[in-house]
């Protein structure tokens, strides 16, 4: 099991950035992908899921309405378009799969709970 993300950067508050979560070894109808924000001195906090077994989505209040959590038609992928952007915003994310067969809920939003894990991709927000 793989993951690797990719697409973080520098962009201005109100701006827009796409992460992608490109996966291997594992077939995502069985697995919860979550998106987890961390900044120093903090734990991680998942602000976006998506239960592979039922394709729904799961967002925070801190994101809800601003981010979308969608999985690649092509190739197995989860990205993360993230709009409205705000120095809040600001951290490195990591995307975290666990496998969930079955469970048609919302995963999991403890960092322990996720077994695989891809490397951070920063993201910046500021002016």
């Known amino acids: 099991v793989q993951l690797q993300a990719s697409g973080g950067g520098l962009v201005q508050p109100g701006g827009s950035l796409r992460l992608s979560c490109e996966t291997s070894g594992f077939d995502l109808d069985y697995y919860a992908i979550a998106w987890f924000r961390q900044t120093p001195g903090k734990e991680r906090e998942a602000d976006s899921w998506?239960?592979?077994?039922?394709?729904?989505?799961y967002y925070s209040n801190s994101v809800k309405g601003r981010f979308t959590i969608f999985r690649d038609n092509g190739k197995p992928a989860i990205h993360l378009q993230m709009n409205s952007l705000t120095p809040d915003d600001t951290g490195m994310y990591y995307c975290a799969a666990d496998y969930r067969a079955g469970y048609v809920g919302l995963p999991p939003a403890i960092p322990a709970e996720y077994h695989y894990w891809g490397q951070g991709t920063l993201v910046t927000v500021s002016s």
């Open positions: 998506f239960n592979g077994n039922n394709d729904r989505r």
